[in-house]
């Protein structure tokens, strides 16, 4: 019947009123050796029952993908004297009534109503032209190409596309994500020493300890007091230790994989980047739609009948790159690093960080991360505990003060953790009263300490040393705040503090820049799909143009069919050079990890050192002020000469400042670096959503450092210019090919005019959202779509 599908997996009948009213008759050639089914009882030759052998013959016989194809036929008139049917007679083909010949849109419609969505129907023959079998195949075969039957399940397999890759980066984001919160965890434990370390000062008993001291105990007691404290600085974290090992194991496996898999990628990219003709459940290529001007059977050589085949692109069905599978969340297509990962946090980690996150450091985090990357953040179900100290300024120069005949600024020299330029500064001035302390502070420890939490700032823990009651000499704030067995090195501190840092963060920034190029060939298949299906209305329309009509009205005899096929042939360029693109992008993923690599190779020892040598302590050394002194509880001499003055001295750790100061959350940032990308696909200007904030490295960096990291992302960025240059081009071919192809079939998908549907954003949006619910990470925003959609996108 008219409605039936043509190309339904099971083998097409028409009705033979003329040879044996009602009785189906199979025409369809099935697998090989199998005995081809024939009607006994037909005995006229316009039943067109003859038994066709396997076609086509000219092909190798490793070619085997399509040695049993065969071609089937429907009829649309059960009434009709005479078989096959005429296009003419049958209604569903007659643009008006009373027309004689068939519309070509309409037997187009016929065609690609049974492809699928990414096919491009071929229809061999028009409303006014026709073809016989062997040209139908040449058509077919011509205008595409063929492939081996090992080629074909190549191109269909996991290997032959990105998945594995993608699957084996999330190893590595997760671990260093994992890694990030294991940071926070311990940059919290270090700000919640803030209060105890207040409270170990103020304690009485402790200032009665230092008081009952002799001076050569003192510097051992102090420390005592503040031994809990101190000790969780220099305590190893397990945690981030086992992070980084499982981060090691992941880029190992992750280099693993590409060594393995890309070549079979890009291999892939490369052998099934081309159109060859789709066979149906029955090994049907070719099906016979009507015939147009005689009831000669297709087979016989004069006949002229319009036949269909879909020509499909093997890329576009592998499973990271098909669409026809939007409904199966469990395809390597819906791999998603990004929402994997914080699955993972979410379901592996949050409970063993549960409240280890200090809210207002978290939120320090997390601010510095939306200024630097934009609303890209997404936060995991770690819970965090209330804020824990009351966030300060960070420490700054204090001003030069110098009492009258003190020496301003006293250097201490010979400390055995080598910090030989570090100086005691003096926190009043004038002539030194006697009672000092208590004329500043009213002999206020409280006061005192205070005073010291404004030296230290907001992240570094304030050691008081000495008391109103309790004062030290100057010898033993240099013992207290320089003891090698508590600070670290000014050796170690320069590297957490430069190099250490600029290893992880640049490693980061590195490792977001190839998740995003992992992102962006995504983003690029759907520019592929939407060509391939923008394509097939462009077809649509040529087919009935009066350009096709010149083509052939001007060809000589015999040449009708290879013009024809010639003027089809043309715009396969357009296909030709998103297949193209395609190998651009893998060629850049490529490229990007060989990067990443090395620096991951140049760094690795630096995260390890970094991880073992920067938990420790370290002196506060700002403008290398490292010890303030604060008043002198009696005389008036200066404090290198008096054993009566009060100390304040600073342990710090630049663990606080790499989540505060130098934040850079690896998903984040890889979906910041690809928002430009995905900005042109959607034509939408994200630069005008956000001002400025995204790409501004934070830190020092280094000139030219920012142009160098961008370098992949900018090449992508100009690929996809010229990919979508041609999309437009193919699109002011035909200026109605769109809504022509979206009236062909109500399965198929309004596109926009550069080729772009943003229906495939849409489905695919809502598959991974099923799929990963709260933790998807949207590859694009919706507001960046609602945008697009209203700037002319469907």
């Known amino acids: ?239 981030q230790a086992e992070q980084l090992a499982s981060l090691r194991s992941a880029f190992d496996s992750l280099k693993s994989t590409i060594d393995e898999k890309f070549d079979l990628f890009k291999e892939a990219l490369d052998d099934c980047n081309k159109a060859v003709p789709r066979m149906d ?16 059977c297709i087979e016989d050589d004069e006949a002229a009948h319009v036949s269909c085949c879909c020509v499909y692109n093997p890329i576009s069905q592998m499973p990271g790159l098909s669409v026809s599978g939007m409904s199966d969340s469990t395809s390597c297509t819906f791999f998603d690093i990004c929402s994997e990962t914080l ?85 009043f001035e004038g002539v030194i009263q006697d009672n000092h302390c208590t004329d500043r502070f009213g002999n206020s420890n409280a006061q005192m300490y205070t005073r010291c939490e404004e030296f230290c700032g907001g992240d570094a823990v304030p050691l008081l040393v000495g008391t109103g009651g309790s004062p030290v000499t100057l010898d033993v704030a240099k013992d207290v705040c320089f003891d090698p067995s508590v600070v670290g090195t000014a050796a170690d501190e320069a590297f957490c503090r430069g190099t250490g840092q600029k290893a992880l963060r640049d490693l980061k920034e590195k490792l977001a820049e190839f998740v995003s190029l992992v992102m ?55 296909v030709e050079d998103q297949e193209e693109f395609l190998t651009q992008l893998a060629g850049l993923v490529k ?11 140049d760094t690795y020892n630096d995260l390890v050192r970094y991880t073992q040598d920067c938990s420790q ?40 400042s790499v989540v505060t100061e130098n934040a850079v959350d690896t998903c984040s940032a890889a979906k910041s670096k690809a928002a430009d990308v995905y900005a042109e696909v959607v034509n939408y200007d994200e630069s005008a959503r956000r001002e400025g904030g995204r790409g501004q490295r934070g830190g020092d960096v280094e000139e030219g450092a920012e142009e160098e990291d961008g370098k992949r992302l900018t090449e992508a960025e100009t690929a996809f210019d010229k990919a979508l240059g041609s999309a437009r081009r193919l699109s002011q071919l035909s200026p109605s090919a769109s809504a022509s192809a979206s009236a062909a079939s109500s399965s198929r998908r309004t596109r926009r005019s550069d080729g772009i549907a943003l229906s495939y954003f849409h489905a695919y949006e809502g598959v991974m959202a099923g799929k990963y619910g709260d933790n998807f990470v949207r590859p694009v925003t919706n507001a960046e779509l609602r945008e697009a959609s209203l700037s002319g996108g469907s």
């Open 1 to 239: 019947t008219p409605s039936a599908s043509l190309l339904s997996g099971v083998a097409m009948t028409r009705a033979a009123p003329s040879c044996a009213p009602l009785q189906l008759v199979c025409i369809l050639v099935l697998l090989q050796n199998i005995d081809h089914q024939t009607n006994a009882q037909c005995t006229s030759d316009t039943c067109c029952t003859k038994t066709l052998g396997t076609f086509p013959s000219f092909l190798s016989p490793e070619q085997q993908v399509y040695s049993n194809a065969g071609f089937s036929v429907s009829s649309y008139v059960e009434d009709l004297p005479t078989d096959p049917v005429l296009c003419g007679d049958v209604p569903a083909f007659l643009a008006e009534t009373g027309d004689t010949l068939a519309s070509t849109p309409l037997l187009f419609d016929e065609c690609a109503k049974n492809c699928q969505e990414t096919d491009i129907p071929i229809l061999a023959g028009t409303g006014f032209f026709g073809f016989n079998l062997d040209e139908s195949i040449d058509v077919c075969f011509g205008s595409s190409g063929t492939m081996d039957k090992t080629t074909e399940d190549f191109c269909k397999s996991d290997d032959a596309t990105i998945c594995p890759i993608a699957e084996a980066s999330e190893g590595v984001v997760s671990s260093m994500t994992q890694f990030d919160y294991g940071t926070l965890a311990k940059a919290s434990q270090l700000r919640e020493l803030v209060d105890q370390a207040r409270e170990q000062a103020l304690d009485p008993d402790n200032a009665r300890a230092i008081q009952l001291s002799t001076a050569s105990q003192t510097p051992g007691v102090i420390l005592d007091i503040y031994a809990d404290i101190l000790d969780v600085f220099g305590k190893d974290d397990d945690f």
């Open 281 to 296: 459940a029955n090994l049907n290529i070719i099906h016979d739609v009507c015939s147009q001007k005689s009831t000669t």
């Open 343 to 427: 699955e993972k946090i979410n379901e592996d980690v949050a409970e063993e960080l549960d409240s280890q996150i200090d809210d207002s450091l978290y939120q320090d985090f997390k601010s510095k991360v939306e200024e630097e990357y934009g609303d890209y953040f997404q936060e995991t179900k770690i819970k965090h505990r209330p804020v824990a100290v009351t966030p300060r300024p960070p420490a700054a120069e204090f001003p030069s003060k110098q009492p009258t005949g003190c020496d301003a600024s006293i250097r201490f020299s010979g400390t055995e953790t080598g910090y030989t330029t570090a100086r005691m500064i003096y926190d």
């Open 520 to 574: 962006i060939f995504r983003t690029g298949k759907l520019l592929f799909l939407g060509v391939l299906a923008q394509y097939s209305g462009v077809i649509r329309e040529k087919a009935d143009s009066q350009e096709l009509r010149d083509v052939i009205q001007n060809a000589n005899a015999g040449e009708e069919k290879t013009e024809y096929i010639a003027f089809f042939r043309a715009y396969f360029a357009f």
């Open 591 to 601: 490229l990007t990890f060989t990067e990443l690599e090395t620096q991951f190779a």
């Open 617 to 656: 302590a370290f002196p506060r050394t700002e403008a290398d002020q490292s010890v303030l002194a604060l008043c002198a509880t009696q005389g008036t001499q200066c404090a290198d000469e008096s054993e009566s003055y009060v100390f304040c001295c600073c342990a710090s750790n630049p663990t606080i």
